[in-house]
């Protein structure tokens, strides 16, 4: 796996004070009470966001949800653990269709995604890559700070606006995360789907969708709920709206300026995380009998276990 250096741009040492004031109030609210490992300014794979497709057969269902942070434990979750275990019901009523999908997806890895992010590899920089990482990270912010504020983890909230304002402006746009490498501020992300868990809605069949990879329905749902949190698609690229009312960087009449923007960004980061993760899990595939039950599987535990924490 192709492994990022830590990066500490000496200029940031210029702004440490200057963000004192901004420290200070988070942590008399709560916020910076949270216990991480030291790290770089680049995203760990648990501030990635989902890559569309599966990759090299990927046992963790693709980095689609970030892993949930554990104080308590370390351990990773087990593709390889036999169905039932961790407690978790692998529902599966459509698994004839979902086998099919689950192969188009990494089909349209190998020939198609896979060396395209070679050759944006080779192009782009590793640090700008992460950079790229970063800045993604930081535009879904508020739909993180909402889920936190909708199941009451309202340190998590403070967290969420500390990070924001720390990286958007000191970390160039989130290019750097900052808040992370100097203030240690970091916490579980939250989304929709488990919101939706939070309050007793139940997964539902499990989905395996073209392009899109696993899912549960509530989960689908709730990738929806995060979009339609999310500001960006309101006020700079209207996607969710067509009322001339609502101020928009873009005109809600540039349908086909809107989408194009849309799905370039979209394809930039699915393109961009695939890079970072060229050498992950390369022998999967050859490691076990039943691919498509390893990667159900550990998608479903990792799900149950962000809604328990």
């Known amino acids: 796996m192709k492994t990022t250096a830590a990066y500490r741009p000496a200029c940031f040492r210029r702004y440490e004070y200057g963000l004192f004031l901004v420290v200070l109030l988070i942590v008399l609210s709560g916020c910076?009470?949270?216990?991480?490992?030291?790290?770089?300014?680049?995203?760990?794979?648990?501030?990635?966001?989902?890559?569309?497709?599966?990759?090299?057969?990927?046992?963790?269902?693709l980095p689609s949800e970030a892993p949930v942070y554990d104080a308590s434990s370390e351990e990773p979750l087990d593709p390889f653990s036999k169905p039932g275990e961790e407690g978790v019901e692998e529902y599966d009523p459509w698994e004839p269709l979902n086998t099919k999908f689950f192969e188009f997806n990494r089909q349209l890895d190998r020939w198609i995604l896979k060396p395209v992010a070679k050759g944006y590899n080779f192009i782009v920089p590793n640090i700008v890559q992460v950079g790229v990482s970063n800045i993604f990270y930081n535009s879904r912010a508020t739909p993180r700070f909402l889920n936190n504020m909708f199941q009451g983890k309202f340190t998590g909230a403070g967290i969420e606006v500390g990070r924001f304002l720390i990286n958007t402006t000191v970390g160039i746009g989130g290019f750097f995360d900052v808040a992370q490498h100097y203030f240690k501020l970091t916490t579980p992300e939250e989304d929709t789907g488990q919101t939706l868990g939070f309050y007793g809605v139940p997964p539902g069949p499990y989905l395996m969708i073209p392009i899109l990879g696993p899912y549960t329905v509530r989960d689908l749902a709730g990738y929806a709920g995060d979009i339609a949190l999310n500001p960006i698609y309101w006020l700079?690229?209207?996607?969710?709206?067509?009322?001339?009312?609502?101020?928009?960087?873009?005109?809600?009449?540039?349908?086909?300026?809107?989408?194009?923007?849309?799905?370039?960004?979209?394809?930039?980061?699915?393109?961009?995380?695939?890079?970072?993760?060229l050498e992950k899990f390369q022998g999967v595939e050859e490691s076990t009998l039943d691919l498509y039950a390893a990667v159900r599987n550990a998608y479903l535990q990792k799900r149950a276990k962000a809604i328990r924490e």
């Open 32 to 61: 910076a009470a949270q216990k991480v490992s030291t790290n770089s300014l680049a995203p760990t794979t648990e501030q990635t966001a989902r890559p569309v497709l599966l990759a090299d057969a990927n046992p963790k269902a």
């Open 236 to 277: 700079i690229l209207p996607t969710m709206h067509n009322v001339d009312s609502i101020p928009t960087v873009v005109s809600i009449n540039e349908r086909a300026l809107t989408y194009g923007i849309s799905l370039a960004a979209r394809g930039t980061e699915v393109v961009n995380e695939r890079s970072l993760n």
